[in-house]
C-alpha cells in the first residue's frame, strides 16, 4: 500500500511569491488533515477534510492560506503571498478512522 | 497552560536502560492518546495509542495512562540506538467539527548512545 505522498520535499521561495503544496493521500481515505511545525514549536492542526468538504479549518492561519481537496482525492495548500513565517515543515496525514493517522514526509518551506 | 506537554529533553540514556517520556494534558476530557516517534527530517510514525487507564504493552515499548492526573508516559526497554528519535504526544480531539484533530506536545528528543 502506497503511503501519504507530498512533494515538493522542499521550496524555497521569495517572499511575496506563492507556493502550492500537494499532499496525496493512501486512497479510500476520507479523512485529510494538515498540519505545520514552525522552527522551535510544537506540529499544529492546520485544517481537516471529509473527502471533498472541509470538516474544520480553524487552525488556518489567515486568508492567504488556501486549501483544497479535489474530487476527495488529492489535496493542495496555496500560499499566496507567501510570509516570512510561514517557514515551517507542513504535514499531511490521512486515516479511514479514529485510529489510522499516516503521515507524509512532508514539505520543508522555505521563505527569504 | 498548553493542552498537552512535554519535557523537550534532550534526554539521554545508555543503551540497554529504559527510557521514560511523559506527557501531561489538560483537557480532562479526552479520551485517547497516541505516541509517534519522528527521526530527523521523516514523518511521525505511530507507535503506540492508548484509551484506557492502565498499561498497554507492545514489544519493548509500554505506554501507561493515568487519567485522574492527566498524564500519560512511554516507557522503552532496552533501549536502543536505533531508538534515538524525537517522541511526541498527540491528543485527538472528538465532538463538535473537531474529528480527530491532533494536539501535539513540543516532543521530546531521546538520544540513546551505545
Known amino acids: 500500500e502506497a503511503g501519504v505522498t507530498q512533494f515538493p520535499s522542499h521550496s524555497v521561495i521569495e517572499k511575496g511569491q506563492t507556493v502550492t503544496l500537494r499532499c496525496d493521500p493512501i486512497?479510500?481515505?476520507?479523512?485529510l488533515y494538515w498540519y505545520r511545525r514552525v522552527m522551535g514549536k510544537e506540529i499544529k492542526f492546520l485544517l481537516h477534510f471529509v473527502k471533498e468538504s472541509k470538516q474544520d479549518e480553524s487552525g488556518m492561519p489567515n486568508n492567504r492560506f488556501l486549501a483544497e481537496r479535489t474530487g476527495g482525492t488529492y489535496s493542495t495548500l496555496k500560499v499566496q503571498p507567501a510570509e516570512l513565517e510561514d517557514s515551517g515543515v507542513y504535514f499531511c496525514a490521512s486515516s479511514p478512522d479514529r485510529y489510522g493517522y499516516t503521515f507524509g514526509s512532508g514539505t520543508r518551506l522555505t521563505v527569504v | 497552560q498548553k493542552e498537552v506537554e512535554q519535557n523537550s529533553g534532550p534526554l539521554s540514556v545508555p543503551e540497554g536502560a529504559i527510557a521514560s517520556l511523559n506527557c501531561t494534558y489538560s483537557?480532562?476530557?479526552?479520551?485517547?492518546f497516541f505516541w509517534y516517534r519522528q527521526y530527523s527530517g521523516k514523518s511521525p510514525e505511530l507507535i503506540m495509542f492508548?484509551?484506557?487507564?492502565g498499561d498497554k504493552e507492545d514489544g519493548r515499548f509500554t505506554a501507561q495512562l493515568n487519567k485522574a492526573s492527566q498524564y500519560v508516559s512511554l516507557l522503552i526497554r532496552d533501549s536502543q540506538p536505533s531508538d534515538s528519535a524525537t517522541y511526541l504526544c498527540?491528543?485527538?480531539?472528538?465532538?463538535?467539527?473537531?474529528?480527530?484533530?491532533?494536539?501535539f506536545g513540543q516532543g521530546t528528543i531521546l538520544t540513546v548512545h551505545p
Open positions: 486512497s479510500g481515505h476520507d479523512n
Open positions: 492508548i484509551y484506557s487507564n
Open positions: 498527540a491528543v485527538p480531539r472528538w465532538g463538535g467539527t473537531s474529528y480527530g484533530k491532533l494536539t
Open positions: 483537557d480532562r476530557g479526552s479520551q485517547s
